[in-house]
Antibody
Framework: EVQLVQSGAEVKKPGESLKISCKASGYIFTNSWIAWVRQMPGKGLEWMGIIYPDDSDTRYSPSFQGQVTISADKSINTAYLQWSTLKASDTAIYYC??????????????????WGKGTTVTVSS | EIVMTQSPGTLSVSPGERATLSCRASQSISSKLDWYQQKPGQAPRLLIYGASTRATGIPGRFSGSGSGTEFTLTISSLQSEDFAVYYCQQYDNWPWTFGQGTKVEIK
């Protein structure tokens, strides 16, 4: 079974650093991109960025560029999302998800087909 | 950045009725659109990819259509488990972007 298991909930203070994780199993980790998606309290979904674990090629949404760092360790099938200086506005649920492809009728379609359960990050003084 | 606009914001439907959700892109995205369902306290779930292909295990009452800038998700006969928030998402142009969501609630 393909699974993404995320690390547990975190409560931090503004200015602190944080690194959350997403451990993959059931598929070849280096063959698929891993995405990070934010959901602020009561709000919708936002793409943060995506990483290809085989070579750590990473792309960030402009809204998150410079605000977070996405990384991966292919030796332990784990992707990470980290902050160096947390703000109260970073309070949210963070999901990792597997970005997959399907080929049909002459072209590829792409989608997030497996999601972690989410990591709740609360930043409060 | 491509802006995805979903309508309506909230849709009130009785069980057994048909629900039609719309998603509009600020520029043409061909058929590079996915639909996701999210229930309270759960992660999103993939419903439709490539605008019209049902994901594995998704019931036939869910269907997607459209291309270019106008897309539709149709739920032919709403079941109790279908009351949720639905998001469209484009992957034609980075950054990929989600719509703001449509909440389908019980009438």
């Amino acid at each position: 079974e393909v699974q993404l298991v995320q690390s547990g909930a975190e409560v931090k203070k503004p200015g602190e650093s944080l690194k959350i994780s997403c451990k993959a199993s059931g598929y070849i980790f280096t063959n698929s991109w891993i995405a990070w998606v934010r959901q602020m309290p009561g709000k919708g979904l936002e793409w943060m960025g995506i990483i290809y674990p085989d070579d750590s090629d990473t792309r960030y949404s402009p809204s998150f560029q410079g605000q977070v760092t996405i990384s991966a360790d292919k030796s332990i099938n784990t992707a990470y999302l980290q902050w160096s200086t947390l703000k109260a506005s970073d309070t949210a649920i963070y999901y990792c998800a597997k970005w997959s492809a399907a080929y049909s009728s002459g072209w590829y379609s792409y989608f997030l087909d497996v999601w972690g359960k989410g990591t709740t990050v609360t930043v409060s003084s | 950045e491509i802006v995805m606009t979903q309508s309506p914001g909230t849709l009130s439907v009785s069980p057994g009725e048909r629900a039609t959700l719309s998603c509009r892109a600020s520029q043409s995205i061909s058929s590079k659109l996915d639909w996701y369902q999210q229930k309270p306290g759960q992660a999103p779930r993939l419903l439709i990819y490539g605008a019209s292909t049902r994901a594995t295990g998704i019931p036939g009452r869910f269907s997607g259509s459209g291309s270019g800038t106008e897309f539709t998700l149709t739920i032919s006969s709403l079941q109790s488990e279908d009351f949720a928030v639905y998001y469209c998402q484009q992957y034609d142009n980075w950054p990929w972007t989600f719509g703001q969501g449509t909440k389908v609630e019980i009438k």
